[in-house]
């Protein structure tokens, strides 16, 4: 199994609350990406980052913030959590090469729950 | 990133041939076909991914169809291990994923 980690695996917070995910990885893999699952719905991209402190938005990046400053971490930010960010947190890593495909590794995801 | 459309659901018999079907009639010259799984209460992992030309690995197979229109994961054995929710994914050479709500593969004794 690829060595990725989440941290917290499960969470329960008010809404309006700051919350941080971590995501670490033991693979030195260059790409590493967050997604939601809701149920009824494939997973969603967040956020992804090519490197340290380069990222970038995906699908449904409102409401939240990452930060890469270090290869291994990558940790997704709610700002002021809402009921709609009630969700299951995947986080995944990728190694890349310019115009090569490499499949991607998830984690074991992140159960977030917003009273 | 081109769509896929693929059945909600399928059921299969323990130790039999399953056959997933996906349809990308949109699909583009340089999008490859990928095929994730996720298990209950799991993240997603990779199965098998093409371009062209059928694959093998020793998970499962891949068949695409000579117009690349649509694609067949094939699962030659089916066990109870296999249930799960079966992603057809379509990327244009990059590295980002976009799923859909794929499909749930069922498997009984």
């Known amino acids: 199994d690829a060595g990725i980690t989440q941290s917290p695996r499960h969470k329960v917070t008010e809404t309006g609350t700051p919350v941080t995910l971590r995501c670490h990885q033991t693979e030195n893999h260059r790409y590493m990406y967050w997604y939601r699952q809701d149920p009824g719905h494939g997973l969603r991209l967040i956020h992804y980052?090519?490197?340290?402190?380069?990222?970038d938005k995906g699908e449904v990046s409102d409401g939240y913030s990452v930060s890469r400053s270090k290869t291994e971490d990558f940790l997704l930010t709610l700002e002021s959590a809402t009921s709609s960010q009630t969700s299951v947190y995947f986080c995944?890593?990728?190694?890349?090469?310019?115009?090569?495909?490499?499949?991607?590794?998830f984690g074991p995801g992140t159960r977030l729950t917003v009273t | 990133d081109a769509k896929t459309t693929q059945p909600n659901s399928m059921e299969s018999n323990e130790e039999e041939p399953v056959h997933l079907p996906c349809n990308h009639s949109?699909?583009?010259?340089?999008?490859?076909i990928h095929w994730y799984r996720q298990l209950p209460s799991q993240g997603p992992e990779y199965v098998i991914h093409?371009?062209?030309s059928n694959v093998n690995n020793r998970m499962a197979s891949l068949a695409i169809a000579e117009d690349r229109k649509s694609s067949t994961l094939i699962l030659h054995r089916a066990t109870l291990r296999d249930a799960a929710v079966y992603y057809c994914?379509?990327?244009?050479?990059?590295?980002?994923?976009?799923f859909g709500t794929g499909t749930q593969l069922k498997v009984e004794l």
């Open positions: 980052s090519y490197g340290v402190k380069d990222t």
């Open positions: 949109t699909i583009s010259g340089t999008d490859y």
């Open positions: 994914i379509l990327t244009g050479g990059g590295n980002k994923l976009t």
């Open positions: 995944a890593i990728s190694y890349a090469l310019a115009g090569a495909f490499y499949e991607q590794y």
């Open positions: 093409g371009l062209t």
